[in-house]
């Protein structure tokens, strides 16, 4: 199975070595509230695998220096307003495994610095227009294994810079017209297995810079040329589709030009995938004929 493995978690791979003397590194587990003694030269917080279940108001203040909050696999379900006040250098926030329902308007409004946002295993099942106000300089978005059904319109308006999408093993079968219009130096977008039914051609409009669409482990029922119409070329496009492939000659055509490269779903039926150039010659020369 195909994961998001964001840039930004290898650049963050660290090894916990916390230092008495300057204090770099700070790190508490089985924690039941946030610590107000936090070193506030502090620049990697680690208080995961915990019982923490609200972040208060401006509770991290004085964490001016803090490039790194780590507070997966806790409890957390209510994040106050404000609080993240404070965290003006913060590159990486993880909020997994979870309990957040909802992500409030303005929630992350002070880190305009991040480039890294994981919100992985929580039943999210909503965004509010303006959750994501404050973050135009965040590059990777992970929001896998949640509970959203529905992307709207203008949900990802604020993420200008933004790379890398990732929201697949998820419950999402409806994506409106509009929700990528402003992700136009998105790269990579991964809705790997999602209850997607098809691929309108205004789904994915906007998405002006995407090299890698993965929709692997979902089926759609067909996919056509307007399906990927908005799409640049070269595209990397994986995903299965149960339809004829002699209607897919116009996909055959795109890769042998070099301008899709389709992998993980070349499993249409009535003839085999690398027997369909000359079908699709065939049906072309026909076409020519009654023309």
């Known amino acids: 199975m195909l994961e998001c493995h964001c840039l930004c978690l290898v650049f963050f791979a660290v090894f916990v070595l916390f230092s008495v003397n300057n204090c770099e590194e700070y790190q508490q587990t089985s924690l039941s509230s946030i610590p107000t003694d936090i070193p506030t030269q502090a620049e990697k917080v680690f208080l995961s695998h915990g019982r923490i279940s609200t972040i208060p108001s401006q509770v991290f203040l004085q964490l001016e220096n803090c490039i790194l909050l780590d507070m997966s696999m806790n409890q957390i379900k209510d994040i106050k307003q404000g609080a993240f006040d404070g965290l003006k250098k913060l590159l990486r926030l993880d909020l997994s495994d979870n309990r957040i329902e909802v992500l409030h308007k303005n929630m992350f ?33 992970d929001l896998r294994r949640n509970s959203l059904t529905k992307l709207e319109n203008n949900t990802f308006i604020q993420l200008t810079n933004l790379k890398e999408l990732c929201l697949g093993n998820g419950r999402i079968s ?47 029922d067909s996919i056509h040329p307007s399906g990927l119409a908005f799409l640049p070329r070269p595209l990397l496009l994986c995903v299965t589709v149960n339809q004829n492939c002699r209607s897919l000659c116009w996909l055959k055509r795109e890769e042998r030009a070099g301008n899709i490269t389709w992998k993980a779903g070349k499993k249409c039926h009535g003839i085999a995938w690398h027997e369909l150039d000359k079908e699709c010659a065939g049906l072309e020369n026909k076409y020519k004929i009654f023309s």
């Open 109 to 141: 409004l002070p880190l305009t610095g991040c480039h890294c946002l994981v919100i992985i295993r929580n039943p999210l099942h909503q965004i509010e227009l303006g959750a994501f106000n404050g973050l135009q300089n965040l590059q990777h978005l």
């Open 174 to 220: 409806t994506i409106e017209t509009g929700t990528f219009n402003c992700l136009s130096k998105l790269r990579i977008l991964r809705i790997n297995t999602n209850p997607i039914p098809h691929l309108r051609g205004d789904m994915l409009k906007g998405l002006v810079s995407l090299r890698m669409l993965d929709m692997t482990h979902i089926t759609l």
